[in-house]
């Protein structure tokens, strides 16, 4: 069964970053564009953003200038770069490979005031 699996989080300051890593199976990765999503306690699920098969990414306004995301088609391995984090970016961030669909178990990114 395709995994997918994320890395990286945990605790930062305001003004701080975090790179988290998102890990998919060999079989799926070049097949799928790959979609970030965040929820925040008694919050709804928001998507982050997309990056796709060939690389062309798409963010919703609120993260558009701060994350950036990538892929790495030899590891196989997707990759939201956050910067100057903010309170308000705490959540716990799930990556998706869309084609499949697949999630992964999440990673929780706290930023402290």
């Known amino acids: 069964q395709a995994q997918v699996a994320e890395s990286g989080g945990g605790l930062v300051q305001t003004g701080g970053s975090l790179r988290l890593s998102c890990a998919v199976s060999?079989?799926?990765?070049?097949?799928?564009?790959i979609a970030w999503y965040r929820q925040a306690p008694g919050k709804q699920r928001e998507w982050v953003g997309t990056v796709s098969r060939g690389g062309q990414t798409n963010y919703p306004d609120s993260v558009k200038g701060r994350f950036t995301l990538s892929r790495d088609n030899t590891k196989t391995t997707a990759y939201l770069q956050m910067n100057s984090l903010e309170p308000e970016d705490t959540a716990v961030y799930y990556c998706?490979?869309?084609?499949?669909?697949?999630w992964g178990p999440g990673t929780e990114v706290t930023v402290s005031p």
């Open positions: 060999r079989d799926i990765f070049s097949k799928t564009d």
């Open positions: 998706v490979a869309v084609h499949f669909p697949r």
